[in-house]
């Protein structure tokens, strides 16, 4: 079968690589240069290795080679603490992971070409078309009739920044500023630097003037409000960005209800956005790449493929969706959760994602969560209660 695969990011690398194996002819058409990729690191966890090394054992060494582990979550609430939580994860250059993925689907015969458009009704004889070119994607709005995509914005501001201290735990640190409050999320990604993503409500943002300086003042504005935790280290912009103002963004997330259209299949942020603070993005696209594969490999033709893929990766988003969802509400109302001592703050943080915390006073739902630790019956009750709280949310489509 004849592939074209529009979009050189994760889910379309990752898909030449798996229907390349399978002996298909894959070309992957990317807009940007080679070597060009927006974004600094990505996070992922055991599982996804888990996959990969069984999809192509080939990259998955390489990617775990490339990783960076970090252990544990700090949460540091200024002028009340820092709590230590235990976790752990990895995290990798975005773009080492595109460079592995790109020279791995060319060891297989993928053809990559770089700094090449393909507008929709131009992709030529290809048998089947792999849309995966981002939250943007020209081939989903032209077809946006059969997609049926959403939209939903968030109030929050954000930008994607790095530096080049070094977190070895996932940090959270929240600054109070003279216009309300600012936090990053920061880990380490190689050895000399580290993703630093601050988020602020729109009301900060303007207060502090943000929304009208350019790039080089609003990165020592911010490296001035979280200097305790840079350590003199700079805040990093993206290459080219001049002074121009930093690009702060609200996080669109987006959900389509049909992932197929005649032989165009949506992959990556094209169907899909989680919310960044539950760090599943890159995982996500990964997994579209895989159940895209394997139905391919096992379905007779391709429209008994596609309906596979879009049924499994629909109902497989569905816990992501809404924890991304919850943890970004969470968020946007942080004055509700901020004013807890720092120990309660963390376990709120901590439980962002929980579709109960909304509809409880916060130090009521610290005790509750304590008393269901300790006690088997309180425990069962919690989960029956979440899993009423879930399926009502279902039920809405909220």
């Known amino acids: 079968m004849k592939i074209t695969t529009i979009g050189g990011g994760p889910a379309g690398l990752y898909s030449a690589v798996l229907l390349?194996?399978?002996?298909?002819?894959?070309?992957?058409?990317?807009?940007?240069?080679?070597?060009?990729?927006?974004?600094?690191?990505?996070?992922?966890?055991?599982?996804?290795?888990?996959?990969?090394?069984?999809?192509?054992?080939?990259?998955?060494?390489?990617?775990?080679?490339?990783?960076?582990?970090?252990?544990?979550?700090?949460?540091?609430?200024?002028?009340?603490?820092?709590?230590?939580?235990?976790?752990?994860?990895?995290?990798?250059?975005?773009?080492?992971?595109?460079?592995?993925?790109?020279?791995?689907?060319?060891?297989?015969?993928?053809?990559?070409?770089?700094?090449r458009e393909i507008a929709p009704g131009d992709e030529g004889d290809a048998d089947l078309v792999i849309a995966a070119d981002g939250v943007g994607s020209a081939h989903r709005r032209a077809h946006a009739d059969v997609f049926a995509p959403s939209v939903d914005v968030g109030t929050n501001k954000y930008v994607w920044l790095a530096t080049t201290k070094v977190y070895t735990s996932f940090l959270f640190a929240f600054v109070r500023s003279s216009a309300g409050w600012l936090w990053c999320h920061a880990y380490g990604y190689d050895a000399g630097h580290s993703t630093f993503i601050v988020e602020c409500s729109p009301q900060t943002?303007?207060?502090?003037?943000?929304?009208?300086?350019?790039?080089?003042?609003?990165?020592?504005?911010?490296?001035?409000?979280?200097?305790?935790?840079?350590?003199?280290?700079?805040?990093?912009?993206?290459?080219?960005?001049?002074?121009?103002?930093?690009?702060?963004?609200?996080?669109?997330?987006?959900?389509?209800?049909?992932?197929?259209?005649?032989?165009?299949?949506?992959?990556?942020?094209?169907?899909?956005?989680?919310?960044?603070?539950?760090?599943?993005?890159?995982?996500?696209?990964?997994?579209?790449?895989?159940?895209l594969g394997t139905a391919i490999a096992q379905e007779p033709d391709v429209p008994a493929a596609l309906a596979r893929y879009q049924a499994e990766r629909l109902a497989a988003l569905v816990p992501s969706q809404r924890d991304a969802r919850n943890s970004a509400r969470w968020l946007e109302d942080l004055e509700r959760y901020i004013d807890t001592d720092v120990d309660s703050f963390s376990t709120l943080l901590h439980r962002r994602c929980s579709s109960l915390l909304a509809h409880l006073p916060?130090?009521?739902?610290?005790?509750?969560?304590?008393?269901?630790?300790?006690?088997?019956?309180?425990?069962?009750?919690?989960?029956?209660?979440?899993a009423l709280r879930r399926s009502a949310l279902v039920r809405r489509g909220g």
């Open 362 to 386: 916060p130090t009521v739902y610290v005790k509750a969560r304590e008393v269901a630790e300790r006690s088997g019956a309180a425990r069962r009750v919690w989960s029956q209660a979440s």
């Open 20 to 115: 390349a194996q399978q002996g298909h002819e894959v070309t992957v058409a990317e807009r940007n240069p080679a070597g060009t990729t927006h974004g600094w690191g990505v996070v992922f966890w055991d599982p996804l290795l888990a996959s990969l090394r069984e999809g192509d054992p080939a990259s998955a060494e390489q990617i775990a080679d490339a990783a960076f582990t970090w252990d544990g979550q700090d949460v540091d609430v200024e002028g009340r603490g820092r709590v230590a939580r235990p976790s752990g994860g990895f995290s990798i250059s975005r773009q080492r992971l595109l460079d592995i993925l790109a020279a791995r689907a060319r060891e297989l015969g993928v053809r990559l070409d770089f700094e």
């Open 205 to 291: 943002w303007r207060g502090l003037g943000l929304d009208r300086m350019g790039a080089q003042e609003s990165r020592e504005l911010l490296e001035r409000l979280f200097a305790r935790h840079l350590d003199g280290h700079p805040l990093i912009g993206l290459p080219g960005e001049a002074d121009a103002p930093l690009p702060w963004l609200e996080f669109r997330t987006l959900r389509c209800e049909q992932w197929w259209s005649g032989r165009t299949v949506l992959a990556g942020d094209a169907a899909h956005t989680t919310h960044f603070a539950i760090g599943s993005g890159t995982t996500l696209a990964l997994a579209d790449a895989i159940a």
